[in-house]
């Protein structure tokens, strides 16, 4: 591979870890300043920071380097159109070691089968942790999330906005709730009432 080379690794969670995603990048030569990353970010959303420092990294005669293909993106459709990105500009994409030829049918038929498959895996994640989640909640595991205040607080928060005393601004402050949720948490206090 001539040119620069540069790699680019994307967990969806912050607690996971991009170790091995960067070695393997390291294994297939790139340098450890040249691989971009994103963390916490869907492989379905194309508007990842690190994607956008990796794409604008490569110029004609680059290589743009993936472990995996789902690393890149998590649809078909992004995935198409990050590759004919690339081929516009003039970088190749290389995927675990193997480049990516659009003009060859084959490579073009594989990258297609591969993206698919990516799209299809998250997919099935999706369907999972749906039915995962349904039956905690018949189960009556899943609980829903907890108010910041309690009740004779959320009462406080309430007489102290109609009273007139105090801006939004302060109650903010002493109540420690961003400026929707104090809203949120005045609403549920009338409702209480």
Known sequence: MSGILVGYARCSTQGQDLRAQR???????????RIYTDKGFTGRNRDRPGLREALAACRAGDTLIVAKLD????????LRSIADELEGKGPRLSIGGSIHDPADPTGKLFFGMLSLMAEFESDLIRARTREGMAEAKKAGRLKRKQPKLSALQRKRLLADYDSGDYSA?????????SRSAMYATLQRARDES
């Open 71 to 78: 690393r890149l993106g998590r649809s078909a459709v992004d």
């Open 23 to 33: 070695t393997a990048l390291k294994r297939l030569g790139v340098e450890p300043e």
């Open 169 to 177: 601004g302060q109650l903010c402050e002493i109540s420690g709730l």
